[in-house]
């Protein structure tokens, strides 16, 4: 079972900083099947990327992707007030066919 | 527009039973994979079961295995999770969640979620 660790477990920036969140599996991946995504209080998830560095349909370029290997990195580049939220990543493998990271909150400083 | 609601959610005893259901619409349902991920209060989220477009292929994560079983009608463009046997560990919000699989893995859609409780 592949174990996705993401970090640090809570990050606080200011709006226009810039956010570098870490997910990192305990043994080399697939980059074509990490993806991140966003989870506001009460609402659920939102994929932002996928392929680790594809944006989905809608999400605004200050939001990047990279990694390969059993490192990835979801980067904001300037923070806006509405990003502030829980950040996850996900794997998919054989078993369990998914399987997600502990989470990223990422709060105002 | 695409969409997913999830009902059936509820309180139920330890040992008991619940069938969640999930209407699509805004999109062909029968060419989709679909899952149902979970997310127990104040915690991160959990893949649960995942179901091949036609119906032929189901998976689940080791914790439900012989408790839930996932199924669908396509000619209802609904999804369901029938969950025996339920622990108090399964409490959760239950989301039902569009696959999509063309370049990558990923799920692009989810519904609003529903809320399971088992509790005495």
């Known amino acids: 079972e592949i174990v996705l660790t993401q970090s640090p477990g809570t990050l606080s920036l200011s709006p226009g900083e810039r956010a570098t969140l870490s997910c990192r599996a305990s043994q080399s991946v697939s980059s074509s099947y990490l993806a991140w995504y966003q989870q506001k209080p009460g609402q659920a998830p939102r994929l932002l990327m996928y392929?680790?560095?594809s944006r989905a349909t809608g999400i605004p370029d200050r939001f990047s992707g990279s990694g390969s290997g059993t490192d990835f990195t979801l980067t904001i580049r300037r923070l806006e007030p509405e990003d502030f939220a829980v950040y996850y990543c996900q794997l998919y493998g054989s078993s369990p066919m998914y399987t997600f990271g502990q989470g990223t909150k990422l709060e105002i400083k | 527009e695409v969409q997913l609601v999830e009902s059936g959610g509820g309180l139920v005893q330890p040992g008991g039973s619940l069938r969640l259901s999930c209407a699509a619409s805004?999109?062909?349902?029968?060419?989709?994979?679909m899952s149902w991920v979970r997310q127990a209060p104040g915690k991160g989220l959990e893949w649960v079961a995942n179901?091949?477009?036609?119906?032929?292929?189901?998976f689940y994560v080791d914790s439900v295995k012989g408790r839930f079983t996932i199924s669908r009608d396509n000619a209802k463009n609904s999804l369901y999770l029938q969950m025996n046997s339920l622990r108090a560990e399964d409490t959760a919000v239950y989301y039902c969640a569009r696959v999509n699989v063309w370049g990558s893995y990923r799920f692009d859609y989810w519904g609003q979620g529903i809320l399971v409780t088992v509790s005495s």
């Open positions: 179901i091949k477009p036609d119906g032929s292929e189901k």
């Open positions: 392929g680790a560095s």
């Open positions: 805004g999109f062909s349902f029968s060419t989709y994979y």
